[in-house]
């Protein structure tokens, strides 16, 4: 069975620091996605990165950073200079594609990241 | 324009009674979803709908239907409800292959009592 593992429950660090979120998944698929979505304190759920597992390049977005590992089954975020506007829940999720145009997203238990001004 | 939408969305009432949460989405998506997120902010998937026809059900009580009068709304209908049905409800979409990235709306509290 599928399964992410987002080991830090809560991070909280000051303003400016850079901070790392880590997801570590298991599948047997050999192809598969991986996502990140953001759950800030208003509650909807924002996408922010979809990565397939033929491309291991990191990828950058303004200050924000993705490193994906095969060798290690890892995903993991990077915020960089960090902003109090950051502050949300953080999730991780590997989608098992279900065939008929649907796919099941298996999400890790979240990581309460909070940046201190 | 907001691309899924969710009412209400907040829901508080009592055990026992019957309940709907809507979904509408605007993306021309093929396919729609329920999650449910708990307490402790685990998120997990209820049911899928492509094209009207459902897809995916996972272990979910009979007393929670799920119902798509056309691809872009799926409707989520709970009969006597019981204070663990207690979560956010989330409803998602994607465009109708199996590896699409999944939009969210914005949750529906529901709060039991």
């Known amino acids: 069975a599928q399964k992410v593992t987002q080991a830090q429950t809560e991070i909280s660090v000051v303003e400016k620091e850079d901070v790392t979120l880590d997801c570590v998944y298991e599948?047997?698929?050999?192809?598969?996605?991986l996502f990140w979505y953001k759950q800030p304190p208003s509650g909807e759920l924002v996408f922010l990165i979809r990565?397939?597992?033929?491309?291991?390049q990191n990828e950058i977005s303004g200050r924000y950073s993705w490193n994906f590992q095969k060798s290690t089954s890892s995903f993991n975020f990077t915020i960089t200079a960090s902003q109090v506007v950051d502050s949300a829940v953080y999730f991780c999720a590997l989608s098992e594609g279900h065939g008929q145009g649907a796919q099941k997203l298996v999400f890790g238990q979240g990581t309460r990241l909070t940046i201190n001004p | 324009d907001t691309a899924v939408s969710q009412t209400p969305k907040y829901l508080v009432t009592q055990m026992g009674n019957d309940k709907s949460i809507k979904c509408e989405q605007n993306l021309g998506h093929d396919t729609m979803y329920w999650y449910k997120q708990d307490s402790k902010k685990f998120l997990k998937i209820m049911f899928s709908y492509n094209n009207k026809e459902l897809i995916i059900n996972e272990t979910v009580p009979n007393r929670f239907s799920p119902k798509s009068p056309d691809k872009a709304h799926l409707n989520l209908h709970i009969n006597s409800l019981e204070l663990g049905d207690s979560a956010v409800y989330f409803c998602?979409?994607?465009?109708?292959?199996?590896?699409?990235?999944?939009?969210f709306g914005p949750g529906t509290r529901l709060t039991v009592l």
């Open positions: 599948t047997r698929d050999t192809t598969y996605y």
């Open positions: 990565r397939n597992s033929f491309d291991e």
């Open positions: 998602a979409s994607s465009q109708g292959q199996n590896t699409d990235t999944q939009y």
